[in-house]
């Protein structure tokens, strides 16, 4: 588990965490240790960590790519690794699920749903740009984010891959890590029965903040596209497609945000203004534009709950 000055949230998350250790230990006969790698050089998770039984290493690189990887190292005498944030809370059974899943398909990643906890206050526009596309169990993807993901070690290995450095403040070395394991033969498996739930900070409930994540959403997507493509000309053939999805996506977002706006659907237009900015963003990463959304949670002092 990833964390950097959330004490909160990850004393929720490791508590629900544990149990589900527990349970796992009973039902499967499997080992389960918690690793929780601090982002912060002064370790001040250490002290909730240790609490919960878990072993806590800090790691000094800012981002998340060396957070990642550092704990693709100190996991390396393992047979998985289970990757969660550090504001989620796993559901009963959910470690048990992305275990059975493994066994059963043998793929080389697991991942499974994250339901965001919206407060009763909540407009419609912003629950609406927390519903998250549906997954049928079993599903194939070619890539997938680790904030709930099982990484099965030998197939990590086999395929050689890292998460890139270069993403580690912009985001996107999830998705450029699973699609470079899927390229390298491995298999990525929906579960749709390891649910966890995101709580969600006031700064999440902005609707600018959903927009500019939207926006660097596309960026991420573009910079992923071209950092995997393997030749110079799939390069170019890519550029040309991002640039002409994200000029679509502009137009057709922003005229489907206008008639939502008009007809008072606050849904459609929050998923109409989400394609215009993501489409911007495919422009704007095309251009060399980054986005270094995650370097503010360094220059933050410690909180409570972070954002």
Request: charged letters at 20%; a positive charge; proline letters at 6%.
């Amino acid at each position: 588990m990833p964390t950097l000055h959330r004490p909160v949230t990850l004393d929720a998350a490791l508590r629900a965490v544990r149990a589900e250790a527990v349970r796992c230990a009973a039902d499967r006969g499997v080992d389960v240790d918690l690793l929780v790698v601090d982002n912060d050089p002064a370790g001040s998770a250490g002290t909730v960590a240790r609490a919960h039984g878990a072993r806590h290493v800090t790691e000094p690189v800012p981002g998340l790519s060396a957070v990642r990887n550092r704990a693709l190292d100190e996991a390396a005498a393992h047979d998985l690794l289970v990757f969660l944030d550090d504001d989620e809370v796993p559901e009963p059974g959910w470690l048990v699920a992305l275990l059975d899943t493994h066994r059963a398909t043998g793929a080389a990643a697991v991942a499974g749903p994250v339901r965001t906890l919206l407060p009763p206050g909540a407009d419609d526009w912003v629950r609406a740009s927390y519903v998250r596309p549906a997954r049928v169990g079993g599903q194939r993807m070619a890539a997938a984010a680790t904030n709930n993901l099982l990484l099965d070690l030998a197939a990590v290995r086999a395929a050689g891959v890292r998460f890139d450095p270069a993403l580690g403040l912009t985001g996107g070395e999830d998705t450029q890590f699973t699609s470079d394991l899927v390229r390298a033969g491995g298999t990525i498996r929906w579960c749709a029965g390891a649910r966890v739930v995101e709580s969600v900070g006031p700064a999440r409930l902005d609707r600018r903040w959903i927009l500019r994540r939207a926006f660097r959403s596309g960026v991420t997507e573009a910079v992923v596209a071209l950092r995997t493509a393997p030749t110079l000309p799939a390069r170019g053939g890519r550029g040309v497609l991002l640039a002409a999805g994200g000029v679509a996506r502009m137009l057709v977002g922003t005229g489907l945000h206008v008639v939502a706006h008009l007809r008072r659907s606050p849904g459609r237009s929050a998923r109409a203004a989400r394609m215009a900015a993501r489409g911007a963003g495919h422009l704007a990463g095309l251009v060399g534009h980054r986005q270094e959304e995650y370097a503010h949670r360094h220059r933050l002092a410690p909180q409570g709950v972070g954002v």
